[in-house]
C-alpha cells in the first residue's frame, strides 16, 4: 500500500515520536529548509516504515514540527500573513502555542522542536534588547513583527513569548469612528487637543490601542512642524516631512531637545523622570502613550488624558477621556450579548472649546473644530 493510501485509509492518530527523532536527525544532517523538500523526506521516510499508519492531519502537524526545527522563526512570522485575523500568538510552551484573533483563541497546532534555536533565529533576524541578565528579550524584526521573550529563571519551560505584529490599518479618527473605537464628537475634541498644542497621554494596558489612538492622534499635527517620534518600535507613521526617530531605551531628554523639535511623541513611555524632563523644558503638545494606568502616573499641566481597554469579547474602545482631571467623556458597559459587550459611549460635561497658544497659528481646522463642538 502506497504512501498516500495508507494516508487516506487511516483511523487513527499515532504517537510520531520515534519517528519524530529519525527524521529531526536527518532533517540536520541534510539541510533541508522548506516545506516542500521536507515533505519529500517525510514520505520517503514512511515508505520505509509499511506498517505505520499515519493520518493526514498527523503527516502536516509533522511536516510543521520538522520545518519549525530549522526555521520556527519564519513559520511563526508566516502565521500573521497567512491568517487575516490573528492579532497576536502566544508560546506558553514549545507545545503549548495559541492564537488570538476576532475569532477569539484558539490553538495554532505546532511544536516548536528546538526553543534555543528558536530564540536565536530571532536574535539573528531581529533589533533586539535584552534585560534581566538576558533573561527578558524584547525584539522587532524588519517587517513589524514584535516578540516579548522570557527565559530562565523568569519562567520554569522557556521561552515563553508573546509575538504580535502592528497593523496600521486604523490610522485615522474616521477608521476608528466606523470601528467604534470613539465617537465623532470624542473624535473632534482630540482633533482639537491636537491642533491647539495640549498635552495628551493615552492611558492602557498593552494591547488595547495605544499605537492605534497615537497614529491618528499624530495625523493631526500641523504639516510644517519639526516632530520627533521616540519608540522602540517603528510602529508610528507619520505623513510630516520634517520628522525624526528616535529610540525610547535609554533616552536623554537634553539630547532629543538638541534636534530642536517642535511637537515629541513617545511611544509606551512608563519612566515619569522623562515625562518631568519634557515637562519642565516647556515644551507643549506632548503626545505621550503609558502602559502606567496608575492615576498619579503623569498629572502634568494643560493635559488631555485618554484611557483604553481591551473589552472581553476583544474589542478595543476609549473608555474615559479627561480635561484638567476633570472627565468629558466615558463609555459604559452595559451587559455581554451573544460574547459581545454592548454599552454605550456618554459626553459628562460641556466640552471645552481651546485656542491656539501661539499668536502665529491660524489654521481653518482649528476654527471648523470648535466650531463644530460648539454646535454639538
Request: net charge negative; charged share 30%; proline share 3%.
Amino acid at each position: 500500500m502506497n504512501i498516500r493510501s495508507r494516508i487516506k485509509n487511516s483511523k487513527y492518530d499515532i504517537d510520531l515520536a520515534e519517528l519524530k527523532s529519525v527524521l529531526l536527525d536527518t532533517v540536520a544532517r541534510c539541510g533541508y529548509t522548506t516545506k516542500e523538500e521536507i515533505g519529500k523526506l517525510v514520505e520517503a521516510e514512511l515508505r520505509n516504515h509499511e506498517n505505520l499508519s499515519v493520518s493526514s492531519y498527523d503527516l502536516q502537524k509533522l511536516i510543521t514540527f520538522l520545518v519549525s526545527s530549522v526555521n520556527a522563526f519564519e513559520v511563526i512570522t508566516d502565521v500573521f500573513d497567512n491568517e487575516e485575523d490573528v492579532d497576536t500568538i502566544f508560546v506558553n510552551s514549545l507545545t503549548n502555542i495559541v492564537i488570538e484573533g476576532k475569532s477569539g483563541i484558539r490553538d495554532l497546532n505546532l511544536t516548536i522542536a528546538d526553543g534555543d534555536k528558536f530564540v536565536e533565529e530571532i536574535i539573528k533576524n531581529c533589533t533586539y534588547t535584552k534585560e534581566e541578565n538576558g533573561a527578558i528579550i524584547d525584539a522587532v524584526s524588519p517587517t513589524g513583527v514584535r516578540f516579548h521573550i522570557m527565559l530562565e529563571p523568569l519562567v520554569p519551560a522557556p521561552p515563553v513569548m508573546v509575538i504580535k505584529k502592528f497593523k496600521p490599518q486604523i490610522a485615522n479618527f474616521q477608521s476608528l469612528i466606523d470601528n467604534d473605537f470613539i465617537i465623532d464628537k470624542m473624535a473632534d475634541f482630540l482633533s482639537l487637543a491636537v491642533s491647539s498644542q495640549r498635552n495628551i497621554i493615552v492611558k492602557g494596558l498593552p494591547n488595547s490601542g495605544k499605537t492605534t489612538l497615537l497614529n491618528a492622534l499624530v495625523s493631526k499635527i500641523r504639516p510644517d512642524q519639526r516632530i520627533a517620534l521616540v519608540s522602540d518600535f517603528n510602529e508610528i507613521k507619520c505623513a510630516n516631512s520634517n520628522i525624526v526617530n528616535c529610540k525610547l531605551r535609554n533616552l536623554k531628554v537634553s539630547e532629543l531637545l538638541k534636534l530642536l523639535p517642535q511637537r515629541i511623541v513617545v511611544d509606551g513611555c512608563n519612566n515619569p523622570d522623562i515625562v518631568k524632563e519634557l515637562v519642565k523644558s516647556d515644551m507643549t503638545g506632548l503626545i505621550i502613550s503609558t502602559d502606567n494606568i496608575s492615576e498619579d502616573f503623569c498629572k502634568i499641566p494643560a493635559s488631555v488624558t485618554v484611557t483604553l481597554k481591551k473589552l472581553s469579547d476583544g474589542t478595543r474602545k476609549i473608555v474615559s477621556v479627561t480635561d484638567e482631571q476633570e472627565e468629558l467623556f466615558r463609555f459604559d458597559a452595559d451587559y455581554v450579548e451573544n460574547g459581545k459587550v454592548i454599552g454605550k459611549f456618554e459626553t459628562l460635561r460641556e466640552i471645552p472649546i481651546y485656542e491656539a497658544n501661539n499668536e502665529d497659528y491660524e489654521l481653518e481646522e482649528l476654527a471648523s473644530l470648535s466650531e463644530k463642538l460648539t454646535n454639538k
